[in-house]
């Protein structure tokens, strides 16, 4: 699975942005899709979730009011549209993938989630 995730840059607080992440796979089935960030200094976040078979989503608190994770089956591609950006807001935003044998709440951490696209920088100015 290769996950190549694109639509970062410099925007100024306020703005907008919307992430995206293109699946190698067109038949994907028992995987969960996640959206975290890393920012200097400190450790990935968890940002958002999303189940590439039902329509379950789960968000981090600091984000759930800003930003929406969704996903196009026929594009293969998950997005996470990102509102009212902040200066804090400014990170490497990784998408990931996590295959489930048996389905359970959705995955959270960074540790339940194989495979990682490159990362897209989004830079907020103030």
């Known amino acids: 699975v290769q996950l190549q995730a694109s639509g970062g840059g410099l925007v100024q607080a306020g703005d907008s942005l919307r992430l995206s992440c293109a699946l190698s796979e067109r038949t994907f089935s028992n995987y969960d899709m996640g959206w975290f960030r890393k920012a200097p200094g400190k450790e990935r976040e968890f940002l958002a979730a999303?189940?590439?078979?039902?329509?379950?989503?789960y968000y981090a608190d600091s984000v759930k009011d800003r930003f929406t994770i969704s996903k196009d089956k026929a594009k293969s591609t998950v997005y996470l549209q990102m509102n009212s950006l902040k200066p804090e807001d400014t990170a490497v935003y990784y998408c990931?993938?996590?295959?489930?044998?048996?389905?359970?709440?959705?995955?959270?951490?960074?540790?339940?989630?194989?495979?990682w696209g490159q990362g897209t920088e989004v830079t907020v100015s103030s």
């Open positions: 990931a993938a996590s295959y489930f044998s048996i389905m359970g709440p959705l995955r959270t951490s960074d540790k339940e989630y194989r495979y």
């Open positions: 999303i189940r590439w078979i039902a329509d379950s989503t």
